[in-house]
């Protein structure tokens, strides 16, 4: 069992960052993949970025460009730098981490609340 717990949420205005992070207790070597989902009020979860363990990245196209995620297998940690923050990308952000294509283990979840 593997717990995840994301942290750095908050409010911030439009155009600005927030540094999103998701401790792991244990190691994330193990795992593929790592992740952060979002979900908006009223709409499904969405991927927003995932890094595999050899440092592979993916975007959703809603972020390339603005979003950054990093991992540090030492720390356990993954992170998600965000800039030219919009309204649109509030939301609740999630950490997974995946074996196999599945993501099997997830964090509660940070909120981001960008304001125009």
């Known amino acids: 069992q593997v717990l995840l717990v994301e942290s750095g949420g908050g409010l911030v205005q439009a155009g600005g960052s927030l540094r999103l992070s998701c401790a792991a207790s244990?190691?994330?070597?193990?795992?593929?993949?790592m992740a952060w989902y979002r979900q908006a009020p009223g709409k499904q979860r969405e991927l927003v970025a995932s890094i595999t363990s050899r440092i592979t990245t993916n975007y959703a196209d809603s972020v390339k460009g603005r979003f950054t995620i990093s991992r540090d297998n030492a720390k356990n940690a993954v992170y998600l730098q965000m800039n030219s923050l919009k309204p649109e990308d509030t939301a609740v952000y999630y950490c997974a981490a995946g074996l196999g294509g599945i993501d099997n283990y997830w964090g509660q979840g940070t909120q981001v609340t960008v304001s125009s």
């Open positions: 244990g190691t994330i070597l193990r795992f593929n993949r």
